[in-house]
């Protein structure tokens, strides 16, 4: 079986595409394009090859993929609906260089980047845009709906044939990345 999971960055892809691997017992593929890889890895092998779940973002990536002629089974998208909570986090990961990490922010520190938050808002924006209007999608889902609500958690499991979770724990809302409550670390408070 062969899932795509098709979603911007900051809106929780990498736990459900996780949380997607251990309910089916697939290999999770993450961005597989991404310049951070290791030069040995060769996820398009494993793509072809395998039982895989796949998260990419819109845009080229996807471009990317689509070249490659895969087949997939189950196609998903997954957007966040408070762009400005999806900024935040976006600005902070890209000014810390940190993207799968438990962090706080503080008033003050969103104060200081409203103007880079107000911008990444922008990119947001297309993003959610190019992945509602894509008719590949058979499955929309939001952030809010697996994380806040469970709503969309339902509709998931349906959708990919899970009458019992085994590791739904994994996209409980506690056990996202940005905590309310700023975090003591070596440095202070973040």
């Known amino acids: 079986m062969k899932i795509l999971l098709i979603a911007g960055s900051r809106v929780g892809g990498t736990k459900i595409g996780e949380w997607i691997g251990y309910e089916l017992g697939l290999t999770y593929i993450h961005e597989p394009f991404g310049i951070w890889r290791d030069t040995n890895e060769n996820p398009i092998r494993d793509i072809r090859n395998g039982n895989v779940i796949v998260k990419t973002h819109s845009g080229k990536e996807l471009e990317r993929l689509k070249g490659l002629g895969i087949h997939w089974d189950k196609t998903i998208g997954l957007i966040r609906e408070d762009e400005n909570d999806c900024a935040i986090s976006m600005v902070w ?98």
Do not use: C, F
């Open 93 to 190: 990961a890209e000014e810390n260089g940190e993207w799968h990490k438990e962090y706080g922010i503080t008033n003050e520190w969103i104060s200081k980047h409203q103007n880079q938050i107000e911008r990444v808002k922008d990119r947001i924006r297309v993003w959610r845009e190019s992945i509602l209007n894509n008719t590949d999608i058979e499955l929309q889902i939001t952030y809010e709906g697996i994380y806040n609500t469970k709503a969309d958690m339902e509709k998931l499991k349906g959708y990919l044939g899970i009458n019992e979770s085994k590791y739904e724990n994994l996209l409980d809302i506690k056990n996202r990345y940005r905590k309310d409550k700023p975090i003591e670390t070596k440095k202070g408070l973040i």
